[in-house]
């Protein structure tokens, strides 16, 4: 078990203020201001740790409020600096001092708590197949808002030019099917489950053409990593303890499609402070480390699919999993699929869970920089791993009149599949 007895401040000690990550912060780079550097902030939160800031001072919310809480920093800090923990601590003893923002409280009851929720998600899938929201998508707050939800529509007609040539088929000796094949438990989430459903039925096929059989859990909640990433630890904790129950004790791997809930998931332990929690988020694995493989030979190969796609790695994934390698093996396995380099892919695109709702201009300035560099690329899919970042670079390529669609890296397997007859 990991002590928590300073909340995470404990995270932040290491720090020598060398500087090495300021380059490696989107906000610092958006502004040039120390206090919206990791350096500048890991001083403000050593401050109000200490009691030299109150927790209610402007300047200090402001600063943490900017952050995106991507974690960019922590691979480039050469002293091992735990920012996301300290981050987490910080933003629970502002929350503890001033009510959340209204609109920040509104938008976490209407997506994860469960019955409203589901109405939720029923009205915007159905605004979402009148294809309005597409036509609509912009830069505005509106605007914007109709392209992260036109970002949700699931591809139609598959993702690429099929090679109808004579790699059709990989030989059935190739596909591992072990005997039986391997449980594995699937975490539906909130969004994930309200606009992304198809990706999850992408995840049971591919899993299944690779030796998985995956089972529905009943019981299960939202993770609570937007509650956590909003400074409420306590509700995320209670939201995390029914996880752990509805998943039970058993061996099975957990498997989420997911970026932002795996990450927490995985963190259980730290964040309820006890074993369970810890056997739990050992259990945790994201789909693309279930289809690499424990060997990383990578999934079973799809058909060819001539395509042009640029990896865009959730920060959730890259920077708080270190999982670098495994979707690499993924596109691997789709034959003619070219990966387009993307100056700067592994930054944040400005999405951080409520961010792009609370620090709209922040979150804007972000992600205006990626797109432009996506642009210049001309791939024709965006793969990433996480909804809150396919909703926010898809909603980006709309408003910026790109035709390239966001889609999550399980899709692109799975158009291969089917192209290859495998679900015949
Ligand atoms: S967080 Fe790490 S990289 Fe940044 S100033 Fe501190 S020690 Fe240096
Ligand atoms: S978490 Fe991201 S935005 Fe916040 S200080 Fe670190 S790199 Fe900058």
Not at 18 to 32: D, E, V, W
Not at 208 to 234: E, F, I, P, T, W
Not at 356 to 369: D, G, K, N
Request: with cysteine.
């Amino acid at each position: 078990m990991t002590g928590i007895a300073r909340g995470g401040f404990e995270g932040l000690d290491a720090c020598v203020h060398c500087g090495f990550c300021l380059q490696a912060c989107p906000t610092f780079l958006a502004t040039g201001d120390e206090s919206d550097s990791p350096r500048g902030r890991i001083e403000l939160m050593r401050g109000l740790e200490r009691g030299d800031i109150a927790a209610t001072d402007p300047a200090l919310i402001s600063h943490l409020d900017r952050c995106l809480g991507c974690r960019g920093c922590e691979p480039v800090c050469p002293s091992g600096v735990q920012y996301g923990h300290g981050l987490e601590a910080a933003r629970s003893r502002i929350a503890g001092s001033r009510p959340v923002p209204g609109v920040a409280r509104l938008a976490l009851w209407a997506l994860t708590t469960p019955g409203i929720s589901s109405v939720v998600y029923w009205f915007a899938r159905v605004l979402r197949a009148t294809g309005l929201p597409r036509l609509l998508a912009g830069w505005g707050r509106f605007g914007f808002a109709m392209g992260m939800l036109a970002a949700t529509r699931a591809a139609q007609g598959g993702g690429g030019r099929r090679k109808a040539a004579k790699a059709r088929q990989v030989a059935p000796a190739a596909i591992r099917r072990p005997s039986p094949p391997l449980a594995t438990l699937l975490f539906r989430g909130c969004v994930m489950q309200g606009l992304f459903s198809h990706v999850h039925d992408a995840t049971i096929r591919t899993l299944g053409v690779n030796g998985y059989q995956v089972r529905d859990v009943s019981g299960q909640v939202c993770c609570g990593a937007l509650h956590a990433h909003a400074g409420l630890l306590d509700e995320a904790r209670a939201l995390a303890r029914v996880n752990v129950d509805a998943f039970g004790d058993g061996d099975e791997p957990i498997v989420v499609n997911s970026a932002g809930c795996g990450a927490l998931m995985k963190e259980y332990g730290r964040l309820l402070d006890d074993l369970r929690g810890e056997r739990f988020g050992a259990r945790v694995r994201d789909v693309t480390e279930l289809l690499a493989g424990s060997a990383m030979k990578g999934p079973v190969a799809g058909e060819p699919l001539d395509l042009h796609v640029a990896y865009d790695p959730p920060c959730h994934l890259l920077h708080a999993q270190g999982i670098a390698v495994q979707p690499l093996k993924l596109f691997a396995a789709i034959p003619l699929l070219e990966l387009v380099p993307v100056p700067g892919a592994a930054e944040c695109c400005g999405s951080a869970g409520l961010f792009t709702l609370l620090e709209p201009e922040m979150s804007r300035a972000v992600l205006q920089t990626k797109i432009d560099r996506l642009r210049e690329a001309a791939p024709q899919v965006v793969a990433t791993g996480n909804p809150g970042c396919l909703m926010q670079i898809g909603a980006g390529l709309a408003a910026a009149g790109s035709a390239a669609r966001a889609r999550h890296p399980v899709e692109l397997l799975d158009d291969a599949y089917r192209a290859a007859g495998r679900y015949e």
